[in-house]
């Protein structure tokens, strides 16, 4: 079998599968979470989010925070905005995507206008996830240093896979809807510089084209042999170096959900290592936090 073939394989098959209790607790979890950040960060850009909403019509889907409505793919790209304005939501350390913002708005819009059961919700969560974590172990740290967002590129490719998953696709569409998912994958890092107040529609972007990517292949779409390894397919276009090994079920068989990190601080992942150490200092030591002034960086 050729890389599209084997990752085909492996999600249709962890698909099929009856979810353990754990991984559907985490799934569960990691629902519950991204809609509480939706809900924080609809209240940081609802007037202009609320713009971009008047300027289209539709009546397909929630727009969580805003109390209003919205078509099916506008509803997953506003609410995958908010998801990730506040970088509070969750995500996977080693494939570095957020996981929550990406596929969760893409599952919900569907699962709403589809109306589906919560069931089918978890198992698009799941498979998601798991698309995503092991694209993104597969083609990471190089992707990265390329200036490829993930949660952009690799979160196109989960929302797309957790849709094809909660709507029941068989095999042929999952490898029809990959195809679509890899077209459809973008992002760029320079999104977060200057100031920029971009980077969220990278992950609200991903999930608005995770639907349509999915839906093309409902519809019979087919893509090529191999969207993956071919001499043009997405690996070899996003990175030098990758690691084929774990898109295999025979490397890793494991829901790979279970991985997946919850900020306990409301801040980006790579403060909360300063930020226990300085809650710890206050309590180890006595400190009256109040009487805090100021505080110095020393580089050893």
């Not at 609410?79 to 957020?98: A, E, M, P």
Request: hydrophobic share 40%; aromatic share 8%; net charge neutral.
């Amino acid at each position: 079998m050729n890389l599209t073939d084997i990752f085909v394989h492996t999600l249709f098959t962890l698909n099929c599968r009856p979810l353990p209790k754990n991984v559907e607790e985490e799934a569960r979890r990691c629902l519950l979470d991204e809609v509480g950040v939706i809900f924080a960060g609809a209240k940081q850009s609802k007037e202009k989010l609320g713009a971009y909403l008047d300027l289209f019509s539709g009546d397909d889907a929630t727009v969580i925070g805003m109390n209003r409505r919205a078509s099916l793919q506008n509803a997953a790209l506003v609410n995958g905005i908010s998801g990730h304005t506040l970088d509070f939501d969750d995500g996977h350390r080693f494939s570095t995507v957020h996981l929550g913002s990406t596929i969760i708005p893409a599952v919900l819009a569907v699962a709403e206008k589809e109306d589906l059961t919560m069931a089918q919700v978890l198992r698009g969560i799941v498979i998601g996830y798991e698309a995503a974590v092991r694209m993104g172990n597969c083609i990471q740290p190089n992707h990265r240093t390329r200036g490829f967002h993930s949660s952009g590129t690799v979160g196109t490719i989960g929302a797309t896979m957790g849709v094809a998953a909660a709507l029941g696709f068989n095999k042929e569409q999952f490898k029809s809807a990959l195809s679509s998912a890899c077209s459809s994958a973008a992002g760029i890092l320079e999104m977060m510089n200057d100031a920029s107040t971009m980077k969220p529609y990278n992950a609200g972007r991903a999930a608005h084209d995770g639907i349509t990517a999915a839906y093309m292949a409902r519809v019979g779409f087919q893509g090529p042999d191999d969207c993956l390894g071919g001499d043009f397919g997405f690996i070899k276009t996003a990175c030098e170096k990758y690691k084929p090994e774990v898109l295999s079920l025979e490397t890793d068989d494991n829901f790979n959900i279970t991985g997946t990190y919850h900020k306990p601080y409301a801040s980006c992942r790579h403060t909360h290592g300063a930020v226990f150490a300085a809650i710890r200092a206050v309590n180890d030591n006595g400190v009256d936090w109040r009487r805090i002034t100021n505080v110095c960086m020393v580089r050893a």
